[in-house]
């Protein structure tokens, strides 16, 4: 071998020596912040995912009725809701029954029990909704009403909080608290990424390592190439899962959105203060002409109608059924004609708004058993995942020692450029991870200086 070659293929692995003890010392952290949040996700998502089965075993008896004859009009049937809920309640929206076994489900927002001046209009909580704020979930809540639309009977009511998908995501997304928790479960999924992309570097075969689990091993190397094994099998679900929950957090959902806005690919928005043409000696349509006119122009997707607020005002209608994205529409119907004055489908939405249409509901498993199967092998791999890394850390620490995996010197600056790049990257979409790294930033920089000054 040529002997000046030995010095750089030398300093070659030095640098590799140093960026593998960099990566591997940033997956350790990742894994520590990130891995008792990231278990409770796993586990409640598994539970999330069967919300379908367990809500029709729950709720069959009000989400479906047995046909019998011709439906009584829709506005029969809100008439009947209506005297299930207090006469101060304001009606929301409502779902007509799409298939011939549906109920029609009417919204209403109930009175604050502890506020007198409750307001009666029907459209206070939709010029409210925008809002969202803690003040506007405290005057008001929402509740459900189930109606047969061949009878008009009853069939139950329940608030909006309480049906189980409702529960479950609560618990997936802020672990059955407020929204003021849920920061917790998006710190986790930042931490989630970091894991997953330095755990990809770290697994990556180099020279003549495969990568695969060999036969024969046993102890913590078993346990190792099980752990990346499958962490890097996962990766590409993981990176959706990942981001898909991302775009509805709250603060790195913001960062999404902005650059969504920016670069021109929110999804189409009506006009603003569209009105309807007042029409003499014509009337104002009803609840079933409206609903009647938006099938007329919808695809054959169940429809969520939304009433104007006032004589001039306009029907908003969209899809209710998320499992059918390449059905989505939205429209603003006319009071008087029902001529659509904005209408937008599948084929009018951006690519980002199509990739999160579709990416959100098969995060949440809604497009059938196959998508169920594959998020449940999913989350028994990360769970697996998780474990695995803490029996690797508890077999390779030493007793009395916290197991902090050594970092080489020079180590931060074996960096690549590119990993520079995707860290700021990832600090400006995820501002918890940017957070909790300056704060790492200073436990790693005293730990510098107490190991500097023992030596």
Same mark, same amino acid.
């Given at each position: 071998?040529?002997?000046?070659?030995?010095?750089?293929?030398?300093?070659?692995?030095?640098?590799?020596?140093?960026?593998?003890?960099?990566?591997?010392?940033?997956?350790?952290?990742?894994?520590?912040?990130?891995?008792?949040?990231?278990?409770?996700?796993?586990?409640?998502?598994?539970?999330?995912?069967?919300?379908?089965?367990?809500?029709?075993?729950?709720?069959?008896?009000?989400?479906?009725?047995?046909?019998?004859?011709?439906?009584?009009?829709?506005?029969?049937?809100?008439?009947?809701?209506?005297?299930?809920?207090?006469?101060?309640?304001?009606?929301?929206?409502?779902?007509?029954?799409?298939?011939?076994?549906?109920?029609?489900?009417?919204?209403?927002?109930?009175?604050?029990?502890?506020?007198?001046?409750?307001?009666?209009?029907?459209?206070?909580?939709?010029?409210?909704?925008?809002?969202?704020?803690?003040?506007?979930?405290?005057?008001?809540?929402?509740?459900?009403?189930?109606?047969?639309?061949?009878?008009?009977?009853?069939?139950?009511?329940?608030?909006?909080?309480?049906?189980?998908?409702?529960?479950?995501?609560?618990?997936?997304?802020?672990?059955?608290?407020?929204?003021?928790?849920?920061?917790?479960?998006?710190?986790?999924?930042?931490?989630?990424?970091?894991?997953?992309?330095?755990?990809?570097?770290?697994?990556?075969?180099?020279?003549?390592?495969?990568?695969?689990?060999?036969?024969?091993?046993?102890?913590?190397?078993?346990?190792?190439?099980?752990?990346?094994?499958?962490?890097?099998?996962?990766?590409?679900?993981?990176?959706?899962?990942?981001?898909?929950?991302?775009?509805?957090?709250?603060?790195?959902?913001?960062?999404?959105?902005?650059?969504?806005?920016?670069?021109?690919?929110?999804?189409?928005?009506?006009?603003?203060?569209?009105?309807?043409?007042?029409?003499?000696?014509?009337?104002?349509?009803?609840?079933?002409?409206?609903?009647?006119?938006?099938?007329?122009?919808?695809?054959?997707?169940?429809?969520?109608?939304?009433?104007?607020?006032?004589?001039?005002?306009?029907?908003?209608?969209?899809?209710?059924?998320?499992?059918?994205?390449?059905?989505?529409?939205?429209?603003?119907?006319?009071?008087?004609?029902?001529?659509?004055?904005?209408?937008?489908?599948?084929?009018?939405?951006?690519? /980002? #708004?199509?990739?999160? %249409?579709?990416?959100?509901? *098969?995060? $949440?498993?809604?497009? +059938?058993?196959?998508?169920?199967?594959? &998020?449940?092998?999913?989350?028994?791999?990360?769970? /697996? #995942?998780?474990?695995? %890394?803490?029996?690797?850390? *508890?077999? $390779?620490?030493?007793? +009395?020692?916290?197991?902090?995996?050594? &970092?080489?010197?020079?180590?931060?600056?074996?960096?690549?450029?590119?990993?520079?790049?995707?860290?700021?990257?990832?600090?400006?979409?995820?501002?918890?991870?940017?957070?909790?790294?300056?704060?790492?930033?200073?436990?790693?920089?005293?730990?510098?200086?107490?190991?500097?000054?023992?030596?």
């Amino acid at each position: 071998m040529n002997k000046t070659a030995m010095p750089a293929q030398h300093e070659l692995a030095s640098l590799a020596a140093r960026r593998k003890s960099l990566f591997w010392r940033i997956h350790f952290w990742a894994a520590l912040i990130a891995s008792p949040f990231a278990l409770l996700a796993a586990l409640t998502g598994i539970l999330y995912i069967f919300t379908p089965q367990i809500e029709q075993f729950l709720y069959a008896d009000l989400d479906h009725v047995q046909p019998v004859g011709e439906m009584r009009t829709l506005d029969a049937a809100i008439s009947a809701a209506r005297l299930a809920v207090p006469a101060e309640s304001s009606l929301r929206s409502v779902v007509p029954a799409f298939a011939p076994s549906d109920s029609v489900r009417v919204f209403f927002m109930l009175p604050d029990p502890h506020n007198a001046h409750t307001s009666t209009d029907e459209h206070a909580a939709h010029r409210a909704a925008p809002a969202k704020t803690a003040a506007a979930n405290r005057s008001a809540r929402t509740a459900v009403v189930y109606v047969n639309p061949y009878t008009t009977t009853v069939l139950g009511m329940h608030a909006g909080n309480e049906r189980f998908g409702a529960w479950s995501k609560k618990l997936h997304s802020a672990l059955l608290q407020g929204d003021s928790w849920r920061w917790l479960i998006e710190l986790a999924a930042s931490w989630l990424m970091v894991m997953l992309l330095t755990g990809v570097y770290l697994w990556w075969p180099r020279n003549s390592e495969k990568g695969l689990p060999q036969r024969g091993a046993s102890g913590r190397k078993a346990w190792a190439q099980w752990h990346g094994f499958i962490g890097v099998a996962l990766s590409v679900m993981s990176f959706v899962i990942l981001t898909t929950g991302l775009t509805w957090s709250k603060y790195a959902g913001d960062q999404i959105r902005l650059a969504r806005d920016s670069i021109g690919q929110a999804s189409p928005q009506a006009p603003r203060n569209l009105t309807s043409t007042a029409m003499d000696g014509i009337a104002p349509m009803t609840w079933q002409a409206a609903a009647d006119a938006a099938r007329r122009q919808a695809p054959a997707v169940a429809l969520q109608l939304v009433a104007p607020r006032d004589s001039l005002g306009t029907w908003r209608v969209n899809s209710y059924d998320p499992a059918q994205p390449k059905k989505r529409v939205d429209m603003m119907l006319d009071a008087y004609s029902g001529n659509a004055l904005f209408y937008s489908n599948w084929n009018n939405q951006t690519t /980002f #708004s199509k990739a999160t %249409g579709i990416g959100i509901p *098969f995060h $949440r498993g809604e497009f +059938g058993w196959w998508n169920q199967l594959l &998020l449940l092998l999913f989350g028994l791999g990360i769970v /697996f #995942s998780l474990l695995s %890394g803490w029996v690797m850390f *508890f077999k $390779r620490r030493k007793t +009395g020692a916290f197991g902090l995996p050594k &970092l080489l010197p020079g180590a931060w600056k074996a960096m690549p450029v590119g990993g520079w790049i995707c860290t700021a990257c990832l600090f400006v979409a995820m501002p918890l991870l940017a957070i909790s790294s300056a704060m790492l930033a200073t436990i790693e920089i005293f730990l510098h200086y107490r190991q500097r000054k023992t030596f």
